[in-house]
C-alpha cells in the first residue's frame, strides 16, 4: 500500500516556466488537497478537492492551478513560476476531510530561481 | 489566515521529561487534529478529539479540548529522543487549515 505519492521530490524551476507537481492516493480517498510549507511556518492551503470533478480554492490559490479528473490523482500546476512559490508542497488525502486522519506524501521541494 | 496557532513556538526538554503544547483556534468546530512532522518529511496524524470529547489519550500522548475557550493541549509525557519534530493542530473541514506548529526538541 503505497498512501500517496508526490513527484518530483526535488525540482529546479527559472521564473516564467510552468510544471505540474504530481500527487497519487490508492486509498480511494474521496478528499484530496495541496498545501505548501515555508521555513517556520505551518501549512497553507493553496487548493482542494471533495471528490472527482469538483476542486475548490484554499487560502493561496493564486498562480496554482488543479484539476481532478480520477478519484487517485491530483496534480497542481504552476502556470508561470515565481521565486515567491520557492516552497515545499504537500498533497493530502482523506476519506472526508476534517472528520478522519489525513494522510500526506512525503513533499515536493520546489525552487525558483 | 491560519486557523489554530501553538504555543510556544519552540520547546527543549530533557528525554524523560513530559511536553505540553497549547493550540489555540479562532472558530467553532467540529473536531481538532494534532500532527507530528519530522524535520523534512510529511505530516503523520498523531490524535483527533471531538468536540464533544474532553479528553483523549493514545499511547504517550494525552491531548484535552476546551471547546469554551477554543484551545486545545497536546501532553507528550516521558518524552524520548525521537520525539524531536514540530508539532501541529489543525480544524476545519474542507478547508482544513494548520497553525504555525511547535518545534519540539528532547535532549538525550
Known amino acids: 500500500n503505497a498512501g500517496v505519492t508526490q513527484t518530483p521530490k526535488f525540482q529546479v524551476l527559472k521564473t516564467g516556466q510552468s510544471m505540474t507537481l504530481q500527487c497519487a492516493q490508492d486509498m480511494n480517498h474521496e478528499y484530496m488537497s495541496w498545501y505548501r510549507q515555508d521555513p517556520g511556518m505551518g501549512l497553507r492551503l493553496i487548493h482542494y478537492?471533495?471528490?472527482?470533478?469538483?476542486?475548490d480554492q484554499g487560502e493561496v490559490p493564486n498562480g496554482y492551478n488543479v484539476s481532478r479528473s480520477t478519484t487517485e490523482d491530483f496534480p497542481l500546476r504552476l502556470l508561470s513560476a515565481a521565486p515567491s512559490q520557492t516552497s515545499v508542497y504537500f498533497c493530502?488525502?482523506?476519506?472526508?476531510?476534517?472528520?478522519?486522519?489525513?494522510?500526506f506524501g512525503q513533499g515536493t521541494r520546489l525552487t525558483v530561481v | 489566515s491560519q486557523q489554530g496557532e501553538e504555543d510556544p513556538q519552540a520547546l527543549s526538554i530533557q528525554e524523560g521529561e513530559n511536553a505540553t503544547m497549547n493550540c489555540s483556534y479562532k472558530t467553532s468546530i467540529n473536531n481538532l487534529q494534532w500532527y507530528r512532522q519530522n524535520s523534512g518529511r510529511g505530516l503523520v496524524h498523531l490524535i483527533l478529539?471531538?468536540?464533544?470529547?474532553r479528553e483523549k489519550h493514545s499511547g504517550r500522548l494525552r491531548v484535552t479540548l476546551d471547546t469554551s475557550k477554543k484551545s486545545s493541549s497536546l501532553l507528550i509525557t516521558a518524552s524520548r529522543a525521537a520525539d524531536t519534530a514540530s508539532y501541529f493542530c489543525?480544524?476545519?473541514?474542507?478547508?482544513?487549515?494548520f497553525g504555525a506548529g511547535t518545534r519540539l526538541t528532547v535532549k538525550p
Open positions: 489543525a480544524t476545519g473541514a474542507n478547508d482544513m487549515r
Open positions: 478537492s471533495v471528490g472527482a470533478g469538483i476542486t
Open positions: 493530502a488525502s482523506s476519506y472526508w476531510q476534517g472528520d478522519t486522519e489525513a494522510f
Open positions: 478529539i471531538r468536540s464533544n470529547e
